[in-house]
């Protein structure tokens, strides 16, 4: 029998472990318990409650009992736009760029509830399974970025799982409907669930997954609809009446029970009890009265389908496969809807909750050994580089390549005996640092004196299967080496990943001759470094007519580096090459030629 790998779904209101057993993928549950955890934790009286038995406890400790924290893995307080003190419980700047989910007297990184999470799913999955556990592929949505996939391998680390693979959420459902066994073709995975809305455009080719575009809403999911529905009741049904905290919290829970019992019925019958404001009568709601109320959200979901189509360049009709995933699209008019916006049925017939966590195990089965008959990649968002002479973006690995993924270029110094080189990474698409994000940096130190231009640094991007990102520099003459295992700072929000891939196509012009224009000096000015070097020795390789034609085109290429036209900068230093080509190879070494750090164009 081959090892078990479980399949994760680490989600933000509801977790979940699957497998491949004799019957094929399923749920890990028994008669008696399941490992369908609601992602809660609550610290009380009654100690640490996690799952089921702290969402109970999340009316009379809202303080204390944590919920949603998904959206703050791997982010640091800058990363986050919502507003904070609008949550029941205390959120709070740790001290490395990170938040802290406050609880009685200290505070828990979402690292560490997660993984409170995570180990109750682990012991759960062994009590039922009987045998232990200790690998699993973990979900997460297609636009976390590294430094949010680290933290939900830290998580699992923390709770005694080794993530063997962090596997893209639209990625697994599609594999759980096994269009992974397909030659090719294009899916929509739609993702509506308790806290987000998710769309991500795949591309399947040979067997492989692409993920070609993501869109969504992290603030738009099933609690929304809750949050209508119960606000519908207090305006229509409650008329006037002043709610407090407990009675709208009460509200919501009864506006859930409303709009799950509605996927099936047309109509319900619910008894509304709130004493406190001398509340006590049936309320009839129905799914008229229903639809009507989240009609704007769901157009609104249906935005994000077209812009995610454009992103990727397809129509609806180009669509082969759409996949429905996350509680809410078990709502009748969001099955409808999209059927209608594709023109075409969606697939449903997988629990839509369960769906991503037995792609995962189908996944995790693979790995293990099983069957295999599909491989899985997945692709990097936005490019990655470090930054090069005059702030300018070298780009190593790009964006939409594929993971696992390597880039190695050499680079050189451009001050003479320089022993140390700092090596900026960024990401993005724009061809300056300054609009790309920071990745955090290093130093290669101890590298022995020499010539700017002699050492020889090789840099190496590897982006693992996982989308983590490791950093390697060594100068290849004298061996010295350096490595960063990144800690990302922390990630960026969708929207920030789409503003910074638009923008890359809007400024491309302006940056490209910008870029050309630092270049062109870099160089002008490393010409002229170097002729300062060696031109006390031009008498004996040329003639005085020789000397005053260099002397003057050097007065007249200082002044061009000085403007900004980057074409006649280019001709002038093209001129000079030819000026200056024979008294060049008589007499200046490598160190003179090639002062500028990065080889090619130099
Ligand atoms: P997440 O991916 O955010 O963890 P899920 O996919 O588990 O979330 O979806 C949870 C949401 O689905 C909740 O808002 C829940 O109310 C909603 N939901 C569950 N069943 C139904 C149903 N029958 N009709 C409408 N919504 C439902
Ligand atoms: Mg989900």
Redesign the pocket.
Known sequence: MSELILGI?L?????MAAWVGPQGPEVVESEQITSHVP?VVSFGQRGRLVGQAALAARLEQPKHTFYSFKRFMGRGPKDISEDLSRLPFEVRSGDRDNLLLWAEDRGYSPEEMSSLILVEIKTRAEAILGQPVKKAVITVPAYFDDGQRQATRDAAELAGLEAVRILNEPTAAAIAYGLGEKQKGKVVVY??????FDVSVLELKEKIFKVLSTQGDTRL???D??QLVAEQIAKEFLRGLELDPHSRQYLKKVA?EI??N???QTHTKTHIHLPAIGVDQELVYTREQFDQAIAPLVTRTLGHIAQALDQANLTPEEIDDVVL????T??PLVRHQVEQYFNKPPHIRLN??QV?SLGAAIQGHLLAGGRRDFLLMDIIPLSLGIETLGGTFSKLVLKNASIPAKATEVFSTSIDNQTGIDLNLFQGEREFVKDCRNLGRFKLAGIPPMPAGLPKVEVTFFVDNNGLLTVTAEELRSHVKAQIDIVPTHGLKRAEVSRMIKESYEKALDDFSMRNLVEFRAKAEAIEAGLVKVWEQAPKYLSPAEIKAIEEHRQALLKIAQGDDPLALKAAIDQMGHLTREFADAIMGDAAKSALIKPGKG
């Not at 989600?11 to 977790?15: K, L, Q, Y």
Request: charged share 25%; aromatic share 4%; proline share 3%.
């Open positions: 779904d989600g933000t209101t509801n977790s992602s993702d509506f669930g308790g806290g987000t999911g099933g609690d609809l809750d859930e709009k799950i509605l996927t099936s995933v996350g509680g809410s078990r709502i839509p909750d991503v």
